[in-house]
């Protein structure tokens, strides 16, 4: 089959606290990893960072507001908010009252080929 399809709210919560659900194993994906997170109001997730997978990663911010606690450093969070993280940077996300929602995409460094100017 061509493609893969799923819904994330079918797919049951795991990972610390519950708040992941795991879009990458579900589809199947080898090229590289994405999953969706949803923090309930005032709750802090875990603290990570990727270096020793050497992936970077993309977190976006799809619903709610916070802070991202980076290096040590709180830096607030709003709907529609796209991070880059380097796999050595330790970072963590803080819900607000409101929640929290954050699609994680994540890969090796160097493993994507840029075509064309886009």
């Not at 799923?6 to 797919?11: A, E, G, P, Q, R």
């Not at 919560?13 to 795991?22: A, I, K, N, S, T």
């Not at 999953?35 to 990727?50: K, L, M, S, V």
Request: charged share 25%; net charge negative; hydrophobic share 30%.
């Amino acid at each position: 089959m061509g493609y893969s399809k799923i819904n994330v709210h079918d797919l049951e919560p795991g990972g610390p606290g519950g708040v992941v659900r795991f879009v990458r194993r579900e589809l199947g994906l080898l090229a590289f990893g994405i999953n969706w997170f949803e923090f309930p109001p005032n709750t802090e997730g875990h603290r990570h960072n990727e270096q020793d997978s050497g992936q970077e990663e993309v977190n976006v911010i799809v619903q709610g507001s916070g802070t991202y606690v980076i290096d040590g450093e709180e830096v607030p969070i709003r709907e529609g908010d796209v991070f880059r993280f380097d796999p050595e940077t330790t970072r963590g996300p803080k819900a607000g009252p409101g929640g929290l929602t954050v699609v994680a995409v994540g890969a090796p460094r160097g493993s994507y080929e840029p075509k064309g100017s886009f």
